[in-house]
């Protein structure tokens, strides 16, 4: 089946340093990629919405120019957490939907990455 | 966001019985609905999904129940497993591709 693959799967920095995380599809084409937030106990929050070659579409609320978002193939993309604060520490997942022809259009995720900023 | 409303927030079964979550939404423009397991440190695993033409799919031990005028959807779990204990996660979304909205989860502990 479908596969999407996360990394680092565990990453600890400084605060004020950026920190990039990487989601790619193993198996299929992703033209779109969601990027959601979870923090402990709480449901998975959607970030933003990855675009390959077309800049995200990021939710209300979520800072554009502090997560930036980059999909240049079909098959990567990166979210950077740019001057990271503690309070960004969180489980980053990354998801894709699987639209090849005879698929069931099932979105996947990838295994989550968890950024603690100290 | 539109929101998907989960209950209860937690769970406790015994093993062999059957654990019921339930759900509501409010964007009638949702076409599909799948339910996600999570287990500590992991990302979420589609358990079953089910779309609005069918008001029941069964799959194994797990089983959707939709009911579509009242814009509600159901989890349950048969034969309920100490494996099973985990966090469970009900989310709609429309077919053209938009991301998942998710409830805030149900944490299920099945106890031997």
């Known amino acids: 089946g479908a596969v999407v693959s996360q990394h680092p799967s565990r990453v600890i920095c400084k605060s004020g340093t950026s920190v990039k995380i990487e989601c790619r599809s193993l198996?299929?084409?992703?033209?779109?990629m969601f990027w959601y937030r979870q923090f402990p106990k709480q449901s998975l929050m959607l970030m933003a919405t990855?675009?390959?070659?077309?800049?995200?579409?990021?939710e209300q609320g979520v800072e554009k120019d502090k997560f930036l978002i980059n999909h240049a193939s079909l098959t990567l993309s990166t979210l950077t957490v740019t001057s990271a604060h503690p309070e960004d520490s969180s489980f980053y997942i990354c998801s894709a939907r699987d639209f090849r022809v005879g698929g069931t259009g099932e979105l996947f995720f990838g295994e989550g990455s968890r950024l603690t900023v100290l | 966001q539109q929101q998907v409303k989960q209950s209860p927030q937690s769970l406790i079964v015994q093993k062999g019985g059957i654990s019921i979550i339930n759900c509501a939404y409010e964007n009638t423009a949702f076409d599909y609905f799948p339910w996600y397991q999570q287990f500590p440190g992991k990302g979420p695993a589609l358990l079953i999904a089910i779309r609005p033409d069918v008001s029941e799919k069964k799959e194994g031990r797990f089983t959707i129940s939709f009911n579509k005028s009242a814009k509600q959807f159901s989890l349950h779990i048969m034969d309920s497993q100490p494996g099973d204990s985990a966090t469970y996660f009900c989310?709609?979304?429309?077919?053209?591709?938009?991301?998942?909205?998710f409830g805030k989860g149900t944490t299920l502990s099945v106890s031997s």
């Open positions: 989310a709609a979304s429309t077919e053209a591709g938009t991301a998942l909205i």
């Open positions: 990855s675009n390959e070659g077309s800049k995200a579409t990021y």
């Open positions: 198996d299929f084409q992703a033209t779109t």
